[in-house]
């Protein structure tokens, strides 16, 4: 090439450079500029906080997106599919509910029916029986034995099949974390790629805070403080275009022989979990994924869920537990490395 040719390409490829450039520090100036909006209000029986950044204010659609979901989901909502569901109505499930029981059943799977969505009779009976220091009977247990398990429900034909009519569903264990995954698509389908959502203490993160920092997010100790006056952090994660979901920190322990023991409630066996874990923290790619697993793992305990977590690497988890002292102590997945926040 011939130095007047360069010349000539160097003359032209310049200015595009230039204009480049200047477009590109323009949109980063825009960026920085831009407000984040801040939003909260009450949904699925809780309080949900969410950030975002856009030059305008979205709660109103938002809103919408998170009735959607209650209309399909909450046991709170006595028109919702679900309720209809569990008065036996003849009802069509919609979208979202058949996304969420598939995703459900897959995870019971996974878990060995340690996440199961037919546990709230179990669960009922036994929230009633430590607020009154009374234990249910055997017998009790049993009967309620006889409905509850995840392979006695199945969809066919946008119905739910039940084996026995007296089979109850209840979500609350993945629908707060599928909420914060519906209003992240709705973010994202308005291009806006820095957020936090989160939904009764599940949470979804992207991109930057408004401090321009990852998104920062505690994880509560487990404590014995009822009033939950008390939020002292065990750690702080930076929680960056992640989903993470706790189970077991709010505060719901139960003694035996002088040790402390989560109130969770094995769907198997009808009765509460005796082993170390007092909370479970899990990060995933969606919330749904991490709020399921999360309650699963109470129910697990970390030695069975540690092989859980070695068949999915795309999950990272941190346990609080009882050491054998009665001490609390941490576990956290290798691949949580570096996510911790330095005091």
């Known amino acids: 090439m011939t130095d007047n040719k360069k010349r000539k390409r160097l003359f032209w490829q310049v200015p595009f450079l230039l204009a480049l450039i200047a477009g590109t520090v323009y949109i980063i100036r825009q960026q920085q500029s831009m407000p984040y909006q801040h939003d909260s209000g009450f949904i699925f029986g809780t309080v949900y906080n969410i950030t975002y950044q856009s030059d305008q204010n979205l709660q109103n659609e938002i809103v919408a997106q998170l009735n959607k979901v209650d209309a399909s989901l909450s046991t709170f909502n006595k028109g919702s599919i679900i309720s209809q569901v569990n008065m036996n109505k003849d009802v ?124 920062r997010i505690g994880v509560t100790k487990p404590t014995d403080d009822s009033t939950r006056i008390d939020q002292e952090l065990q750690t702080v994660l930076n929680v960056t275009d992640k989903a993470m979901a706790t189970s077991g920190n709010y505060r719901n ?68 537990y009882a050491d054998a002292e009665g001490k609390t102590s941490v576990w956290h997945s290798p691949s949580m490395d570096g996510k911790f926040v330095a005091e």
């Open 92 to 215: 069509a499930v919609d979208d979202m509910f058949r996304e969420v029981f598939e995703q459900a059943q897959q995870i019971s799977a996974e878990t060995g029916g340690a996440f199961d969505i037919t546990v709230a009779p179990m669960v009922n009976l036994w929230g009633f029986g430590f607020k009154n220091n009374m234990h249910p009977s055997p017998q009790t247990i049993d009967s309620l034995r006889a409905i509850v398990g995840y392979k006695k429900v199945s969809l066919a034909a946008n119905r739910v099949k039940k084996q026995d009519r007296r089979i109850m569903l209840d979500c609350s264990a993945i629908a707060k974390g599928y909420g914060c995954d519906v209003v992240a698509r709705y973010l994202r389908s308005k291009d806006i790629k820095n957020f936090m959502i989160e939904i009764g203490g599940e949470v979804v993160t992207s991109g930057i805070s408004e401090k321009r920092l990852p998104w």
């Open 253 to 320: 322990f139960y003694y035996k022989g002088g040790k402390k023991y989560a109130h969770t409630i094995d769907p198997k066996t009808g009765r509460p979990v005796q082993h170390s874990l007092l909370s479970a923290t899990v990060l995933a790619p969606n919330c749904a994924t991490a709020d399921a697993y999360a309650t699963a793992f109470m129910v697990m305990g970390i030695e069975k869920a540690k092989q859980v977590l070695q068949k999915h690497p795309e999950l990272m988890a941190y346990f609080i």
